[in-house]
């Protein structure tokens, strides 16, 4: 088991940024490939991004290629999600998710394991 709690949300402008954080307790974190979704109004839990165990390879969801970066400091248990270039259509709860492997199938949340209560972003434009 482990538990997810993100934070760093709120309020920014457009063309803004954000951090989020995601910290992990419970299992060794190292043992996690772990993930960021959001879901904004009325839509579906979409897929951001996603980091191996070591951090040695990071996936993202074409939209956000360039502008968001996953990172993870396993010596603090914890997974960011760098946000530049914040658009209104940004505005979501992003959520954390981990997993014990990477499914074939991760931009799919079926195969996200463990999740987070999530983090509200508003853009503001």
């Known amino acids: 088991q482990v538990q997810l709690v993100e934070s760093g949300g709120g309020l920014v402008q457009a063309g803004g940024s954000l951090r989020l954080s995601c910290a992990a307790s419970g299992r060794t974190f190292s043992s996690f490939v772990m993930g960021w979704f959001r879901q904004a109004p009325g839509k579906e839990r979409e897929f951001v991004a996603a980091?191996?165990?070591?951090?040695?390879?990071?996936y993202y969801a074409d939209s956000m290629k360039g502008r968001f970066t996953i990172s993870r400091d396993n010596a603090k248990n914890t997974v960011y999600l760098q946000m530049n270039s914040l658009q209104p259509v940004d505005t979501a709860v992003y959520y954390c998710a981990a997993s014990t492997y990477l499914s074939s199938r991760f931009s799919n949340d079926e195969t996200w394991g463990f999740w987070g209560q999530g983090t509200q972003v508003t853009v503001s434009s």
């Open positions: 980091i191996m165990w070591s951090g040695g390879g990071q």
